[in-house]
């Protein structure tokens, strides 16, 4: 589908009209838009290595520079190193339209995530703000979000179905408190659903990752698909699973299997075809990084001192 064929948003069963603010925000965006990625980048900055679920397909490393996929960075910034981080980027690549913080943890569990997002909005306040994160805590910080000017959402979301969810995620922890089994599944779909509805509201324009795990929801998919469409999420990316930590043994799917897949949830709702499995500090034009040219830049400033 084109980005024509998306000018209002369905939402809680009305028809809510993009504006042209909103709709500048997808255009711009290059994980929004599959046009903006071949003009527009994005950079993610590293502040939140702290996270309130493990995942059985998810190993996070700091000091990483040869991987390429989520979860991995070379270093975690400080929120002014970050800013620091964004300013020399946008003195070299005026191309750089969206600052995003993506991890290596998960962002809203982590305070210096809002400090980032508050010092690049306000010395930046034309820059597109985004948020990546599993949404456990999505309903409790949205206020915070919209007041800090974040706009583009996206939401790791691998099972509507507990029963599904518990044997993707080892734990999740709330409030203090850790949660196994379907109980945890129950309490991250909940959440999950809560935040997206209550983004939407506040005409966030929402994302949904889903990981695409044979054997578990690849069949599954379809129903978040629906159940997203549903409520109003803008666009649907589904990722094949990188093997590792406990679902090392399973087969990824093929390309061949994930384009199939892709044209049939193309039929429910407007499909990423365009995603690279970023990393946490990733920089440039999808496909095109360029976050080792300052990586290296505060090495040799840190060696120096």
């Known amino acids: 589908m084109s ?38 980048g994005r950079m993610h900055l590293p502040v939140a290595p702290k996270c309130n679920i493990q995942c059985k397909y998810c190993v996070r490393s700091f000091d990483c520079v040869n991987e390429s996929r989520p979860g991995v960075t070379s270093q975690v910034l400080t929120p002014v190193e970050a800013l620091e981080r964004v300013d020399q980027v946008l003195e ?32 930046y306040p034309n820059m597109i703000l985004c948020i990546s994160t599993n949404g456990l805590l999505l309903p409790d ?43 945890a599944a129950t309490l991250l779909r909940d959440q999950q659903l809560k935040g997206i509805e209550e983004a939407l509201k506040l005409k966030k324009i929402l994302k949904v990752n889903t990981v695409l795990i044979p054997g578990i929801n690849d069949r599954h998919v379809f129903d978040i ?20 930590y406990k679902f090392a043994h399973i087969k990824p799917p093929s390309p061949e299997e994930k384009r199939k897949i892709q044209e049939e949830l193309g039929k429910i709702i407007k499909q990423m075809r365009h995603c690279r499995q970023c ?18 830049r505060k090495r040799e400033t840190s060696g120096g001192q």
């Open 92 to 123: 070299k690549h005026h191309y750089i339209k969206v600052v995003a913080v993506a991890g290596p943890g998960e962002p809203l569990a982590n305070e210096e995530t809002f400090e980032t997002l508050r010092l690049v909005g306000e010395k």
């Open 141 to 183: 910080k949205i206020r915070e979000l919209d007041r800090l000017g974040v706009c583009n959402i996206t939401v790791t979301m691998n099972a509507i179905d507990p029963e599904i969810g518990q044997q993707i995620y080892d734990y999740v922890i709330y409030k203090g408190k850790r949660y196994e089994g379907l109980e």
């Open 3 to 40: 980005e024509e064929a998306f000018p209002v948003a369905n939402v809680g069963g009305k028809e809510i009209p993009y504006d042209p603010e909103q709709l500048r925000r997808i255009r711009e965006h290059p994980c929004f838009s599959e046009q903006a990625c071949h003009a527009f």
């Open 225 to 244: 698909a629906r159940k997203i469409k549903a409520m109003g999420v803008f666009i649907h990316n589904v990722m094949p699973l990188i093997p590792q």
């Open 279 to 296: 990393r946490s500090d990733a920089i440039g034009r999808l496909g095109c990084d360029v976050q080792q040219e300052f990586q290296s």
